[in-house]
């Protein structure tokens, strides 16, 4: 029985990964901005057999909260040994291009607020000496491109912090996972047309589990988009500023 | 909102749609967005024809409502949201010593699916439809109303949407009743017959001991060999077999073939059981609960076996009084025409009332196969079939029909007058105006 903190717990990704573990009895302290949708998941994650679910209202951006609400989830689970970090945005590219403001907000929530987050559950743990602390990235961190840099440099900021905290707290045997999936057919595409690249949350969620259980490190999920973002990551630079990808 | 693909199971019709999820239950529906005329329910589209699809309209994706809501153990009451899959449940349930009630034959379908046709199963001589067992339901309608229903309470809405097609608005959530089971397994027996009239027996002998019959029939067979077949006949097993714990093979089927390749793989299955040595006429087996319920589960999107065209299926019921003459006509003229899959399925409906306006069975016998699209001979034959059924005072089934004329819907739903008025005014589907807008 492991005691599971989620943050962005009802992201479809997040639910489908907190399913998983309600199946294996797990102990689940959700958080999200929204109480209403949260009941619901909770009310689902006790009918699969989670063995307690608890649930608290947060806005990822409010920095303040982070360490209460974090103090919550010890006290309610008494103790910790997982995190998911899983909230995010999906920005709209050419409404960023126009505005500062907007840019910087999106930045925010999808790199700022998750920096602020790892750097307090880092020192819990690393006290601890164990635990793991999982986080979803994305490919689109893997290299910046012009329908998606506001999001992909935000991923991109999460990904090496990640790889950075990795390296440190390995020594005390802290577990840290960057999760990279690549489509995901959720609520965040959907309106985008799905084509056969896409994966259902479900097949993400496995993923993520069985990462967490297997020592952390970087990994794309499904498995292929590690090639497709090799080959894009090969491209030059002349060439890349002159294609369409 | 956004345009997105949508197939039915048979693969006929591709259709680009305006289509928006359901994000909640607590929400109202997700019109305001769309600019489509009118909009339809989608579950997880195993219908197979054009009855969860509406052309030039919305579709409402209904999956993203996934959510169990409360299992009581002790009791076997299990309320979800109306996008939760049959598989799902099982999954959930069977651990627990509870089972379906009633189960089509294939899980991936969802709760609101099962309801919107009121599906039928393996035990309907027993148990009935899959409505009867639904002990309250969420109608939401587009004007925001929302309507609890039940046999007693708005029993005239919750008459109309079960087997209601998806018309009468969304089902949000429903609560239903599941079964005891001692176990996953069950008890089989599978009987060889040669005859039509074999059948027929076979099913009076089996009907009161057994809670599952079902028969695969040959197609090709004609003159002397018409009608013989597989007869399968099962109980959920006492107590625990020795046997090992089952385990589930998938495998994708990956693209669709130019051709179909359906009746070669149908045809050996069959004559492997079928001319198997030790398979005496009677033959004893305990299988688990999913290749006997789901045998077609094990390949996911078989569908696409049928090649790019697609195809058809044709499920009639026709009543007991000129049934076996008319499933004996239907027979011969299929194997005659040669278009047909190799096997159909054939079950006897029992006398347990339907609880929905337009729900499709009715006590007599089923005729249920597959036909690869191959063009103008098909359509010629199935009015041939259409003549047969309409003759004897039967009708075809909405969840599997992508072609059956208006007038055929009309003389074997005489309840769908009754029934328009209960339509939400912002639903429609390309199956409803094409039974009814001729009228
Ligand atoms: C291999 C196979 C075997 C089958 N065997 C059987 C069988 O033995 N017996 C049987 O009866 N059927 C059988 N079927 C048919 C299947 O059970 C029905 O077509 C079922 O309704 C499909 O459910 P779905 O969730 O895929 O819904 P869809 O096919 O997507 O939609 C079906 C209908 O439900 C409506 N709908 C969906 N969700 C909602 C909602 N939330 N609220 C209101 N309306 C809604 C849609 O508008 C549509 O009218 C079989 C199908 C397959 C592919
Ligand atoms: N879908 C994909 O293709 C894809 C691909 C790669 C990576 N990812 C990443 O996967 C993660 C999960 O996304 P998803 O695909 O599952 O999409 P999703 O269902 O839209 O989930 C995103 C979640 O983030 C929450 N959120 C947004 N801003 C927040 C804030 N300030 N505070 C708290 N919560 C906030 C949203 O909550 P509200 O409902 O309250 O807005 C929502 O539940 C994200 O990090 C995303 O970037 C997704």
Not at chain 1, 48 to 56: C, D
Not at chain 1, 158 to 178: P, W
Not at chain 1, 221 to 237: C, D, Q, S, V
Not at chain 2, 91 to 107: A, I, K, N, S, Y
């Amino acid at each position: 029985m492991k005691k599971i903190l989620i943050v962005g717990a009802i992201s479809a990704i997040a639910e489908a990964t907190a399913r998983v573990w309600a199946q294996q009895g797990d102990y689940l302290f959700l958080v999200a901005r929204d109480a209403q949708k949260l009941a619901v998941l909770a009310e689902d994650l006790r009918v699969r057999g989670a063995g307690r679910v608890e649930t608290y209202v947060m806005d990822a951006n409010d920095y303040a909260a982070h360490a209460p609400m974090l103090d919550a989830a010890e006290q309610a689970l008494q103790g910790l040994d997982t995190v998911l970090i899983a909230h995010g945005v999906l920005p709209d590219q050419a409404a960023c291009e126009q505005s500062v403001e907007l840019t910087l907000r999106q930045i925010d929530t999808n790199a700022l607020s998750v920096v602020g987050l790892l750097t307090l559950l880092a020192n819990r743990f690393e006290q601890r000496k164990a635990g793991v602390i999982a986080v979803i990235s994305s490919v689109a961190g893997d290299r910046g491109r012009a329908s998606n840099y506001v999001y992909g440099s935000a991923k991109a900021l999460v990904s090496e912090f990640a790889s950075g905290l990795r390296q440190r707290l390995a020594a005390s045997g802290v577990t840290v996972v960057t999760i990279k999936p690549g489509f995901v057919d959720t609520p965040m595409t959907a309106s985008f047309k799905k084509g056969p690249l896409w994966a259902k949350p479900e097949k993400i969620a496995a993923i993520i589990a069985k990462a967490c259980d297997s020592g952390g490190g970087a990994v794309y999920a499904p498995w292929f988009w590690f090639y497709i973002m090799a080959i894009i990551k090969l491209i030059p630079e002349f060439v890349f500023g002159k294609i369409k990808i | 909102m956004s345009m997105q693909t949508f197939n039915a199971w048979g693969r006929v019709r591709r259709l680009d749609l305006e289509s928006a999820p359901l994000v909640s239950r607590f929400d109202d529906l997700p019109l305001a967005g769309m600019s489509a005329a009118t909009v339809l329910p989608f579950g997880n589209g195993r219908s197979y024809g054009d009855s969860c699809l509406n052309e030039g309209g919305g579709m409402l994706t209904c999956r993203t409502l996934n959510h169990f809501i409360h299992f009581d153990p002790y009791s076997g009451v299990l309320a979800c949201e109306a996008g939760v899959l049959l598989s799902d449940i099982l999954e959930l349930v069977v651990p627990q010593g509870w089972f379906l009630p009633v189960t089509p034959g294939t899980r991936f379908v969802t709760v609101g699916g099962a309801i919107a046709n009121d599906v039928h199963g393996k035990n309907h001589h027993v148990s009935g439809t899959f409505g009867r067992h639904v002990r309250r339901f969420e109608l939401l309608r587009s004007d925001g109303g929302r309507w609890l229903c039940a046999p007693d309470w708005n029993a005239e809405w919750y008459a109309a949407t079960i087997g209601g097609l998806g018309l009468t608005g969304v089902v949000t959530w429903a609560e239903i009743q599941l079964r005891r089971i001692p176990g996953p397994w069950i008890n089989v027996d599978t009987i060889r017959f040669g005859s039509l009239s074999e059948f027929f027996t076979l099913c009076a002998e089996s009907d009161q001991d057994y809670e599952y019959t079902v028969s695969w029939i040959d197609c090709t067979g004609a003159g002397k060999r018409l009608g013989r077949g597989l007869f399968m006949r099962g109980n959920h097993c006492e107590g625990a077999p020795d046997l090992p714990p089952y385990a589930a093979k998938a495998m994708t089927f990956p693209f669709a073939p130019p051709i179909s390749m359906v009746n070669p793989l149908t045809l050996t299955v069959f004559n492997e059981l079928y001319y198997h040595k030790s398979l005496r006429r009677l033959s004893r087996q305990i299988q688990h609960y999913q290749p006997f319920f789901y045998p077609l589960d094990g390949i996911l999107e078989w569908n696409r076996m049928y090649g790019a065209p697609g195809f058809y299926q044709y499920q009639c019921v026709a009543p007991m009084q000129g049934g076996e003459a008319a499933i004996g006509e239907m027979l011969e003229a299929i194997a005659q025409s040669g278009l047909g899959s190799f096997l159909a399925v054939l079950k006897v409906c029992g006398d347990v009332v339907s609880p929905g306006m337009l729900s499709f069975p009715m006590p007599g016998v089923s005729l249920a196969l597959d036909f690869p699209n191959c063009g103008d001979r098909l359509h010629e034959l199935f009015a041939r079939l259409d003549q047969v059924v309409a003759g004897v005072g039967g009708r075809l089934y909405p969840a599997k029909d992508g072609r059956m004329p208006a007038s055929l819907f009309q003389s074997g739903y005489p309840a769908w007058r009754d029934f328009s008025a209960f339509i939400d005014p912002r639903f429609s589907s390309s199956f409803w105006r094409r039974v009814t807008e001729l009228a």
